[in-house]
Nanobody, 115 residues
Framework: QVQLVESGGGLVQPGGSLRLSCAASGSISSINYMAWYRQAPGMQRESVAIITSGGTANYADSVKGRCTISRDNAKSTVFLQMTSLNPEDTGVYYC?????????WGQGTQVTVSS
């Protein structure tokens, strides 16, 4: 009954910025952590950022200083603001949210940074 809908991906120039959004909808009683993962072609999915229910954020070393994860609890939405993008940031970005004690994944949104 819970689903995650992502938006904000697209094609950007090196050095550009994007803001990804992931909104949870359905019957929601509680939300724990919210996180972002990404997967490049032929590569394993890797963690990008996570924000706890208390608002504490952690980032992968590869994006630290260039990304900011935030959440709007009233709208059950998590954001990922990305700046200074480079081609290595290219991939499909997925949100993962623990809702009502269960983990849900978004459908993924493509981010392409051209060189």
């Amino acid at each position: 009954q819970v689903q995650l809908v992502e938006s904000g991906g697209g094609l950007v120039q090196p050095g550009g910025s994007l803001r990804l959004s992931c909104a949870a909808s359905g019957s929601i009683s509680s939300i724990n952590y919210m996180a972002w993962y990404r997967q490049a072609p032929g590569m394993q999915r890797e963690s990008v950022a996570i924000i706890t229910s208390g608002g504490t954020a952690n980032y992968a070393d590869s994006v630290k200083g260039r990304c900011t994860i935030s959440r709007d609890n009233a709208k059950s939405t998590v954001f990922l603001q990305m700046t200074s993008l480079n081609p290595e940031d290219t991939g499909v970005y997925y949100c993962k949210v623990r809702v009502n004690g269960y983990v849900y994944w978004g459908q993924g949104t493509q981010v392409t940074v051209s060189s």
